[in-house]
C-alpha cells in the first residue's frame, strides 16, 4: 500500500480507501470480509457516512480491536430519520446520530460536515449552531479532525475559505470535472452523463483543489467511478469506457488528493481494487479518454503523465502541478509546495530542452518552458 499525507493533518492515508456505503444490507459474513481484505491490504480509511445502526454495528464488529489501527471519516448531519438517506441541520438529531457513531468507534478521526452542496447548505451550517457542534466536538477530543463533504466546487471553496475544516471529501473524476461548476452533478448520476455538457476541464474545479494544496487540506475522493458509469460500456460518456485504474489515477493526480474511498462489496473487490498499486504507467494513463473530447484544455496539464519518460528523470506532471500553484500567487507560495517541490528527485532545471516529451503530450503544454519557470521560481 501507498499513504499520502492528509494535508497538514500529521495523519498519512492509503491511497486506496474504504467507502462502506455498498456495504449497507449486506450480512456480516459479507461485512467482515470485505473490511478483512483491506485491513490485509494496507487499508487505513474508511468512510462510514452511513446512518444505519445494523451496518454501523457490523463495521464496528468486523474492525474490532484493530479499530485503534485505521481512520474513520465519520458524518455530522447524516441521519435516516425519514428512512433513507437524509441531511439534518437539527441539533437534537444530528446529536442523536453522531453519538452513536462515537459510542461505536469510541472517536472519529475526521469528523465531517456532511453533503455542504448549495449556498442554504452553507448558511444551514455556519449561519446556525451546527458549526460550533463540530467544533466543540474537537475540543472534546470526540474527534481528532474537522472535515466536510461536498459536490459542488465553489460552495466547497466558500467552505475552505472559513479556515475551518482540515480536509475535505469531494466528488472527483474525469466526467463531473468536464461539467460546469453549476451542474449538479449527482443529478447527472441519476440520469445520464451527457457529454454534450463538457466544456473542458471547469477552471472552479481545478482552482478547489490548487486551494486545498495551498491551504493544506487533503482530499479524500467519492464517486470516483461515477457510480460506475465511467467504467461501463454502455453508460460512459466517453468514446471507450475507462479502466478502474484509470479512475483512481486520474483522482489521485489532482492537487491535493490523499485517498480514493472505493465502495468494496466484497475481499475479492477489495483486493481487485488494489491492484491499482502493481498497474504500468501505460495501464494508468488516462490522457486517451480526454484527448477524444472537445480540447478545450489545449495547453493547460492535466497530470497524465502521458509525456513521460523524460531522459533527464523528470516527473514532468508533478513539476506542473506544483508549478501551477506558485502561479496563482507567486508572492506567496506555500512553504508546502516549496518542500514538495524540493524533495522531487529530478527537478525542472534538469531539463535538456530534448523536446520529447512536447512531442507526446495530446494537449500541447509548453513543457519545457514550464521546466524553466519552475527552476526560476522553485530553484
Ligand atoms: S504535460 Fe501533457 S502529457 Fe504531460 S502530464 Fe501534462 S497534460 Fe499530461
Ligand atoms: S524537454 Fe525537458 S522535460 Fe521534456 S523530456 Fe526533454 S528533458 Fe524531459
Known sequence: MEYREIGKTGCRGSVIGMGCENLDGA???????????ALEQGVNMFDVFMPGQEIRENIAKAMGSRRKDVMIQGHVGSTDVREQYDISRDLPTVKQYFENLLRLFGYIDFGMMFFIDSQQDYKDVFETGFADYVLRLKENGDIRHI???????????????TGLPEMMMFSVNPAFDLYPAETNVLDELHSTLDPTAFRGIDPRRTALYQLCQQRGLGITVMKTLGAGKLISPEHTPFAQPMTVTQCIHYALTRPAVASVMLGCRTGAEVRDAVRYLDATDEERD????????????????VY???CQPCPSG??????????????????NIPPSIRSHYASLTHKGGECIECGNCEARCPFGVAIRQNMAEAARIFE
Open 314 to 331: 523528470i516527473d514532468i506532471a508533478a513539476v506542473n502541478k506544483y508549478l501551477d500553484i506558485a502561479r496563482l500567487d507567486q508572492e
Open 147 to 161: 472535515g466536510f463533504s461536498s459536490h459542488n466546487p465553489v460552495t466547497a471553496a466558500r467552505v475552505v475559505e
Open 286 to 301: 488516462y490522457s486517451q479518454v480526454l484527448s477524444t473530447l472537445r480540447n478545450d484544455f489545449r495547453g493547460n496539464c
Open 27 to 37: 450480512p456480516y459474513e459479507q461485512v467482515s470480509d470485505a473490511i478483512s481484505a
Open 304 to 306: 497524465c503523465s502521458h
